[in-house]
């Protein structure tokens, strides 16, 4: 069978699937591996990205005049946008643009999640200098300027990527949640850490209160930030048509996200010098 035989083939397959019912017919098998294939370079290419050394990715960032900020930043319009895309594809298009739609939209939700670990690598790559000419006091908006275009580590940057994480994820959650895709359970008990987690961040909290911790709890954050990306990423693969059959995994992968995004909050916290603050 030669390439050309193969694409035709699977355009047949989703001839079969007209627009209005594609996201509610599902075959016996688990994993449409024709359609897999198809989708596999739109998920794997933007992965090279992750064995780029840190330097290699920072001189290109300086080549672009892109600071690791400026990635925290784009990555959440270009979620959102291959999200809108698939979305649009789903409903509007069939045959050859209906591939071309999905594979665009998958490649951008893809880049952008890969992004995230790109932003924190290349500034790190700088060496131990550290930008804090804003997030230190000085609230002028050349500061700003200095601080979020300075290429390497800055104070900003650990808010702002955390920050990104979750205006990336969240509304396309929300969305998939309205769709009928997720349950809304895991949705409503992650809102309350999320908002807090952020609003115990720098800059809506300055200096070190007494009653946060010094040490933040690292790897519930980034694991609780994989299980969202992974559950939305295998729903958007059943809306796409790879995996052909309803499952649990999505909602239990955002149910996890959501139990770990207490503990994020919760182990940041002094709980006991609280109680005595709030005794007193």
């Known amino acids: 069978m030669t390439f050309f035989d193969f694409i035709d083939m699977v355009l047949k397959k989703l001839k079969k699937k007209q627009t209005e019912t594609f996201l509610s017919e ?15 370079p739109a998920i794997v290419v933007p992965l090279v990205l992750l064995v780029v050394p840190g330097k290699a990715l920072l001189r290109g960032l300086k080549m672009l005049a892109i600071s690791p900020n400026m ?25 050859i643009l209906f591939l071309l739609g999905c594979m665009s939209g998958i490649t951008m939700m893809s880049l952008a999640i890969v992004l995230d670990n790109t932003d924190g690598k290349s500034s ?23 601080e979020f275009y300075f290429f390497g580590k800055t104070k900003m940057g650990e808010w702002l990527d955390p920050l990104a994480d979750k205006s990336q ?10 769709m009928g895709h997720l349950s809304l359970i895991p949705l409503v008990v992650a809102i309350l850490p999320e908002i807090a987690g952020t609003l115990i ?6 200096g070190q209160p007494v009653w946060l911790n010094q040490v933040a709890a690292k790897w519930q954050g980034k694991t609780k930030t994989v299980c969202f990306f992974t559950g ?12 052909t059959s309803e499952t649990v995994l999505p909602d239990l992968l955002m149910g996890c996200g959501a ?18 603050l709030w005794r007193h």
Request: hydrophobic content about 60%; charged content about 15%; proline content about 5%.
């Open 26 to 40: 599902r075959g016996e098998e688990m994993i449409d591996f024709d359609l897999l294939l198809v989708y596999l």
């Open 71 to 95: 990635v925290s930043v784009l990555r959440v319009p270009m979620y959102w946008m291959g999200f809108s895309l698939i979305m649009h594809t789903i409903f509007n298009l069939v045959g």
């Open 124 to 146: 790190r790559a700088n060496g131990p200098k550290v930008m804090a000419k804003f997030s230190e006091g000085d609230h002028s908006l050349e500061a700003f300027f200095a």
């Open 169 to 178: 994820y969240l509304p396309v959650w929300a969305a998939l949640v309205a």
């Open 201 to 206: 961040r720098p800059p809506f909290i300055t």
């Open 232 to 243: 939305l990423s295998l729903v958007i693969l059943q809306v796409v048509g790879v995996l």
């Open 259 to 276: 139990v770990l995004a207490w503990w994020s909050v919760l182990a940041k916290l002094d709980i006991v010098c609280i109680i005595n």
